[in-house]
Nanobody
């Protein structure tokens, strides 16, 4: 199984930017589409974005379209999430995980906290 480790989170003011990175440990993301999901306090985990193995196909939740960009570097075995124009409602723990479509394939691994202040 692929164990994912997300990093790059932090505290930022509304309108600011953060770049999250996800690395695979144990095994690579080789051949797998990968997605970012997030979970805010007292809320269910939700889909944010996915990217195909080739990087040619991406999908975004409506709430982040135009603000977030998912990308990957297969040579470095990393998947990134550039987040611009952050809003307080983006506050959550962000996770990356291999996916089938928009369906996450476990395990969830280590997430990274993003906090956006108003």
């Amino acid at each position: 199984q692929v164990q994912s480790v997300a990093s790059g989170g932090g505290l930022v003011q509304a309108g600011g930017s953060l770049r999250l990175s996800c690395a695979a440990s144990g095994r690579t993301f080789s051949g797998r589409a990968t997605g970012w999901f997030r979970q805010a306090p007292a809320k269910e985990r939700e889909f944010v974005a996915t990217i195909s193995w080739s990087g040619e196909t991406t999908n975004y939740a409506d709430s982040v379209k135009g603000r977030f960009t998912i990308s990957r570097d297969n040579a470095k075995n990393t998947v990134n999430l550039q987040m611009n124009n952050l809003k307080p409602e983006d506050t959550a723990v962000y996770y990356c995980v291999p996916v089938f479509g928009k369906v996450p394939l476990g395990p969830w691994g280590q997430g990274t906290q993003v906090t956006v202040s108003s």
